[in-house]
């Protein structure tokens, strides 16, 4: 069953107001629940978009990628101290990264936006599965130094409860060539791809996992406005989409960064991961059906 | 980055979303109160192809810039926030990384300026 609320077009012109509030109540919950369970909430809102009002692809993931930046800076204004980013890493992968998201937001330009449908239907899939793995901090002081990442300087140290923690980065060079595909995809689908980054610096590079959290927000920012550079440069910029996306998930995200103190998210976790498998589907369905029409 | 830099960064943020935020807002309210559709607003929207018009638009207050002004003050944040980070790099007498962050600009620029057939 498809989820097509509306016909957002139509519902666009006829009744902007009430496109305009339902668009700012999903992507309210989109950033709450992104907050709650540590997506940035991007990733909900094409779909929100797509599936629930019946936007076009390409515009939806132009206000997406808006939608990633504010959730990325609004995490960064609100965060009381950053001890944790490391800004040398952040910056060093970036380099590929933007590079990645230049090249992905093309070739978004060029897809069709079905095959666009049914990448971001499996992107979903993994991104649910990757979510799902529960990670801890690792000790990673004892590994052994890594040439280039000492040449690049890239060792840095945190701190925990019980004082500053030392470690050591390894492979600079895979995690880089991994982030230009980060990067690709972010610019391909219109997300922050940020889960991807931090399993990229938290397996790959054996970066401590709440380092590598930090600094994949400062990092998915980045990335994303370079996206954002070829959407507007292609005419993929809505500003009637995008303004009641930021309005909403702005003030979802700060509302969700307050109660995941307050809340049981692991409750809440697993139902979202089941809502991403279902949304997931929905794309899957949607891409297929454009594909190979009845 | 250092502690001030940080300080800073935070009260940047804070405010330019903020202010984003309420051009927006102002933008939207202004769209509903003047019945403007959403074909009108696209093509208001495609006007503002200089900044000339764009800061005209801007003063007189028309919605659509409205709303363009709030996007874009989003999309500039992670970029002041790279600047910022430039001049963090630059202090310490960093070459490398101050170098990285002006590639890194350079790359989004250039996504800015390709225009595909």
Known sequence: ?294 | MTGVSQKFQRRMLRTLLAVALGLLLWGLIRLWMDGIGHHAALAEFARLDTIAHFLRAILRAEPVALLAAGMALVAVTPALRLLLLFIDFAAQRDALYAVICVVVGAVIVVGGVIRLP
């Open chain 1, 1 to 294: 069953m498809e989820l097509v609320l509306a016909d957002a077009g139509s519902l666009l012109d006829r009744h902007p107001l009430a496109f305009d509030l339902l668009v700012i109540l999903g992507a309210a919950v989109a950033g709450c629940f992104g907050a709650l369970v540590g997506l940035g909430g991007g990733i909900l809102v094409t779909p929100l978009l797509v599936l629930g009002c019946g936007m076009d692809m390409k515009t939806a993931m132009g206000a997406s990628l808006l939608a990633v930046i504010a959730t990325s800076s609004g995490a960064a204004a609100n965060r009381t101290k950053d001890s944790l980013s490391n800004y040398r890493v952040g910056m060093f992968l970036e380099v590929a990264a933007t590079i990645g998201a230049v090249v992905g937001a093309l070739l978004a330009a060029l897809a069709d936006p079905a095959w666009l449908a049914l990448l971001f239907g499996c992107l979903l899939i993994v991104t649910a599965i990757l979510t799902w793995r529960k990670k801890e901090d690792t000790l990673t002081h004892h590994l052994p130094v890594d040439p280039m990442s000492k040449r690049l300087r890239l060792d840095s140290r945190y701190e925990t409860r019980d004082g500053w923690v030392r470690y050591h980065i390894q492979r600079p060079m895979p995690g880089f060539a991994v982030m230009i595909a980060a990067g690709m995809i972010s610019g391909l689908l219109g997300i922050g791809s940020g889960v991807l980054k931090v399993v990229a610096m938290d397996s790959l590079m054996k970066m401590p996992f709440r380092v590598s959290t930090t600094t994949s927000n400062f990092m998915i920012g980045l990335t994303a406005v370079a996206s954002v550079s070829v959407y507007t440069a292609q005419g993929f910029m809505d500003p009637l989409v995008a303004a009641p996306v930021l309005l909403g998930i702005v003030p979802g995200a700060m509302i969700g960064a307050r109660l995941v103190t307050v809340l049981k998210v692991r409750m809440l976790r697993t139902l979202f991961l089941l809502a991403l498998l279902i949304i997931a589907a929905q794309m899957l369905f949607r891409g297929f059906g454009e594909l190979v029409p009845t």
